[in-house]
Antibody, heavy 113, light 112 residues
């Protein structure tokens, strides 16, 4: 069974770049045909897809965030990463990495000076 | 984006009684290959979402058979045949037929 674990800074200053990593264990990130994705959830709020990357390397980003989002894979480390630039307080949320049907435990990122 | 509308917002249920959650999409989720990518998730307090149902009616491994999904086109339902205490939480539908995938606003299931 695949296990996913998010990591990264819990506090990011406004206008800076939010960077998170998802470490995959129990399986290879380059095997099969899967989407590896990032979803976020503001405190007390609903769920929003940020973006995803396919095993083939193709990416899909939420159009509402598209100009600020980059998702990439580091095959040698069995990890995939999220970069979200020019963050504001509206980007404060719990960020989850996921690959159907498995989700990580989530990591809270707060945007504040 | 496809808008997913869930009802009710809150669902108080007596233990052992059935529960039903509705989810409607703003456009059809049926793709040209015949597949319909509609999932249901459960989020217990303090936990990550857990997928219960995929492609409308398929239960994920380990999901109790009291959970069932049905529907087609734009209208979908999650049913719990007999609610147990461990079923308390927020339930979300999610469509994966059209990018960006989108979630419903959630239905909170609580015990009366």
């Amino acid at each position: 069974q695949v296990h996913l674990q998010e990591s990264g800074p819990g506090l990011v200053k406004p206008s800076q770049t939010l960077s998170l990593t998802c470490t995959v264990s129990g399986g290879s990130i380059s095997s099969g045909s899967y989407y590896w994705g990032w979803i976020r959830q503001p405190a007390g709020g609903g769920l929003e897809w940020v973006g995803r990357i396919h095993t083939s390397g193709s990416t899909n980003y939420n159009p509402s965030l598209k100009s600020r989002v980059t998702i990439s894979v580091e095959t040698s480390k069995n990890q995939f990463s999220l970069n979200l630039s020019s963050v504001t307080a509206a980007d404060t949320a719990v960020y989850y990495c996921a690959r159907d049907p498995v989700w990580g435990q989530g990591t809270l990122v707060t945007v504040s000076s | 984006d496809v808008v997913m509308t869930q009802s009710p917002l809150s669902l108080p249920v007596t233990l052992g009684q059935p529960a039903s959650i509705s989810c409607r999409s703003s456009q059809s989720l049926v793709l040209s290959d015949g597949n319909t990518y509609l999932n249901w998730f459960q989020q217990r307090p303090g936990q990550s979402p857990r997928r219960l149902i995929y492609r409308v009616s398929n239960r994920d491994s380990g999901v109790p058979d009291r959970f069932s999904g049905s529907g087609s086109g734009t209208d979908f339902t999650l049913k719990i045949s007999r609610v147990e205490a461990e079923d308390v939480g927020v339930y979300y539908c999610m469509q994966g037929s059209h990018w960006p995938s989108t979630f419903g606003g959630g239905t909170t299931v609580e015990i009366k």
